[in-house]
């Protein structure tokens, strides 16, 4: 059964505190793995599509990087606004379905 | 920028009426997906849709739910006779053809049944 993990469950930074965001994933087959941000109440939105181990991508404050196993959201100096749910999902190379982790919920503290 | 909307933001519902929640994918996708997410839980896969036909469902997709794409531009998720464990946020999402993964996801419907 494909599953997705992620931790810490829960981080607060002071704002420009760089931290990273894990996301470890068991699936049959990877066919591209996903971050999205959750704000409250919100639809997920997407953030990155990482397809094979040792790819990376980056957009303003945010870096994803992808290995074998699991998956990094890496956050720089972050601000106020990065505070939301990030969302790690999972696509196997058999389906067409997401397998999403719980996601991190995180503050950045002015 | 093209997104995805659903209509209503909010519905509710008493326990065994049927619900109708609605979906405009972004207008030159072709894959079509239903998810929920029960309150404080992970983002659940309902059902995917391609070529006016069900491509894969999950065990929670059961006879009690059916979807539809009326036209050439909505998408629906049916909930026959809801229970009470079917209060949920319902998200829409669509994909395009081409070689991208990514699914673009609506804004939700909470549906809450009483």
Known sequence: ???VTQSPEALRLQEGESSSLNCSYTVSGLRGLFWYRQDPGKGPEFLFTLYSAGEEKEKERLKATLTKKESFLHI????PEDS???LCAVQATWGQNFVFGPGTRLSVLP | EPEVTQTPSHQ??????EVILRCVPISNHLYFYWYRQILGQK???LVSFYNNEIS???EIFDDQFSVERPDG???TLKIRSTKLEDSAMYFCASKNQGADLEQFFGPGTRLTVL
């Open chain 1, 1 to 3: 059964e494909d599953q």
């Open chain 2, 56 to 58: 894969e469902k999950s």
């Open chain 2, 43 to 45: 983002v659940e896969f």
């Open chain 1, 84 to 86: 939301a749910t990030y």
């Open chain 2, 73 to 75: 531009s909505n998408f």
């Open chain 1, 76 to 79: 720089t100096a972050p601000k």
């Open chain 2, 12 to 17: 509710v519902t008493q326990m065994g009426q």
